[in-house]
């Protein structure tokens, strides 16, 4: 299992800290949420993350999408095309921002920096139809996607989990259910041979029902542990 820690202070002494923590403790990968710091602070935020970009997803969420960055969508989409400049490890696009600026998209496959495709879904599910119809859509754009939406009900959780099953094993998915009937599918998802990683934070959850690191950790070793029992 991979894990992808969310930072969200990108302070120069504070990120430093939290980054060397984030690996100390487990961490693969560290997504760096942009979105947290004011669009003024931008600049000096990348040159501080520069030297980790190697290992960084690069996150700049749009308010819709459950981001909070403070600016104009032409800012937003001008530093992103600042951050892609970077040519971090790879680079958070939600799907609705590039149907509404292809151009993003292609400047970014210019650069031949991996584009994770994103979609969240804050209130509920789409239907087992749904879901596999935007997840060709999101693939025929990116073989890089996420696919987050909030579980009401346990069949939720199924049905997003059930998403490895159905999809094409080239498509490299990090797909879970937020909630509290959803947060066990974000270790689940872990198990899954075409999920390159799962999010956890340090101490505070970035999004709802996200474990920490140690947590995560925890009870993915407990499942293996179990299905070693199991097979011996």
């Known amino acids: 299992m991979k894990i992808c820690a969310s930072i969200t202070e990108i302070e120069s002494q504070e990120f430093h800290k939290a980054a060397i923590r984030a690996f100390d403790l487990g961490a693969s990968y560290l997504e760096i949420r942009f979105d947290y710091v004011t669009a003024r602070d931008l600049p000096e935020a990348m040159a501080t993350v520069r030297p980790f970009r190697a290992k960084c997803v690069y996150t700049l969420r749009r308010t819709s999408q459950g981001g909070k960055f403070d600016g104009s969508e032409i800012q937003r989409l001008n530093y992103l095309k600042e951050l892609a400049g970077q040519l971090p490890m790879m680079i958070d696009l939600e799907y609705e921002t590039l149907q509404e600026n292809p151009e993003i998209g292609s400047f970014i496959k210019s650069l031949n920096v991996p584009m994770l495709l994103s979609w969240h879904d804050f209130k509920s599910t789409p239907s087992t139809e749904d879901l596999s119809e935007l997840l060709v859509l999101m693939s025929s754009h990116s073989k890089n996607n996420k696919l987050v939406t909030l579980a009401n009900s346990l069949d939720d959780t199924l049905r997003v989990l059930n998403l490895y099953e159905t999809t094409d094993k080239s498509v490299n998915l990090?797909?879970?259910?937020?909630?509290?009937?959803?947060?066990?599918?974000?270790?689940?998802?872990?198990?899954?041979?075409?999920?390159?990683?799962?999010?956890?934070?340090?101490?505070?959850?970035?999004?709802?029902?996200?474990?920490?690191?140690?947590?995560?950790?925890?009870?993915h070793s407990m499942i293996v542990k179990h299905n070693s029992l199991q097979r011996g």
């Open 174 to 219: 990090v797909a879970f259910c937020m909630g509290e009937i959803g947060v066990v599918s974000r270790v689940l998802c872990a198990l899954q041979s075409n999920c390159p990683f799962t999010y956890a934070t340090i101490d505070r959850p970035v999004a709802p029902g996200q474990f920490t690191i140690a947590q995560m950790k925890m009870l």
